[in-house]
């Protein structure tokens, strides 16, 4: 199956979930600064065609030009990777992942989540001062729980919890000829 992997990363954490996903699925790999100057035939070669971006207040990067072009590709194996933060299996991620397609992209795209970390090195800052400024509201919260308190203080470092068996369910997908 012809596979392409477009991926927009600002830190490296969906570039490497980009990369393993393509390594499994023996995909072409393509920034989504290069996935926008090709012409809307360039994507007719591609069977299946998937799309990473990170999670920035719950939405994911760059989907905007991806979904515009969904619709072109029903017949395709379509599916969205969103790398973040926070952990994989949580039900705060669970309820963030349902609200990025509508009730229609969901009957042909599939949404994965695969957990990355925070490398405050790579980000650019006017990223960094908006973490900055969530860590500080998350610490200064009043009656905040001991989850909060723990999560306010892993988000105020760099950390990378990111793992390639996260990015087997999307080569899987992908690769699975059969429906749905
Ligand atoms: C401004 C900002 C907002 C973010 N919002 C979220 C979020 O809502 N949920 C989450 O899980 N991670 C969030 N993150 C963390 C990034 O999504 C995470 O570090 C991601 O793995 C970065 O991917 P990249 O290395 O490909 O750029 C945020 C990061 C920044 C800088």
Known sequence: MKTLV???????????????????TNAELMELKDAKKK?????????????????MAEKVTGISWFLGHA?????KRLAVFATGAGPNANPELDTALEKILNAEQKKYIRVFY???????DRMK??????????????????NATEDEKKKAAMIAESYDVADIRYAEPVAAYLTDKTDG
């Open 6 to 24: 477009i991926y927009t990363s600002q830190t490296g954490f969906t570039q490497k979930y980009a990369q393993w996903i393509a390594e499994k």
């Open 39 to 55: 012409d809307p035939g360039f994507f007719d070669a591609y069977e299946a065609i998937a799309y990473g971006g990170w999670m």
């Open 71 to 75: 619709p072109l590709w029903k017949g």
């Open 114 to 120: 695969c957990q990355g970390g925070l490398n405050y």
């Open 125 to 142: 800052l006017p990223y960094r001062m908006m973490m900055k400024m969530y860590v500080s509201a998350m610490s200064k919260k009043k």
